[in-house]
C-alpha cells in the first residue's frame, strides 16, 4: 500500500482536535487520516512537548512534526549507473549509427 504524506494544515487541523477533546477515532473519521497515522503524529508531537491542556504554538509544533515524518531532507541516495559498464559500447554503437 502507497504511503500518503499530509500537509502541515493537516497535522495543524489533527493538533488543534486533539487538543479541544476529540478522540482518536474522530478525528481519523473526519479528516480522512488512518487512525495509527493520527497516533503517530500525536506521538511525535508529544515528544516534542505537546499536551492536551498545554499551551504551545500549534504550527511550529506541525512543521517540526511534519519534517520529522517526512525523513531526513538531504540529497537523494546516490544510485549506481545501469549502463555505466555499456557506456563505450553504447557510444560507438550511437556514433556507427550516425
Do not use: H
Not at 1 to 24: N, P, T
Not at 25 to 42: E, F
Not at 54 to 63: N, P
Not at 83 to 97: E, I, V
Amino acid at each position: 500500500m502507497a504511503r500518503k504524506e499530509y500537509s502541515m494544515i493537516e497535522i495543524v487541523e489533527l493538533l488543534r482536535r486533539y487538543q479541544q477533546g476529540d478522540g482518536i477515532r474522530a478525528i481519523a473519521r473526519s479528516t480522512g487520516i488512518d487512525r495509527n497515522t493520527v497516533r503517530k503524529y500525536l506521538r511525535m508531537a508529544e515528544e516534542k512537548g505537546f499536551s492536551k491542556d498545554g499551551s504551545i504554538d500549534l504550527e511550529s509544533l506541525a512543521t517540526e512534526v511534519f519534517q520529522q515524518a517526512q525523513g531526513p531532507g538531504g540529497p537523494p541516495a546516490v544510485r549506481v549507473p545501469v549502463f555505466a559498464p555499456y557506456q563505450q559500447l553504447l557510444t560507438d554503437w550511437l556514433n556507427k549509427t550516425q
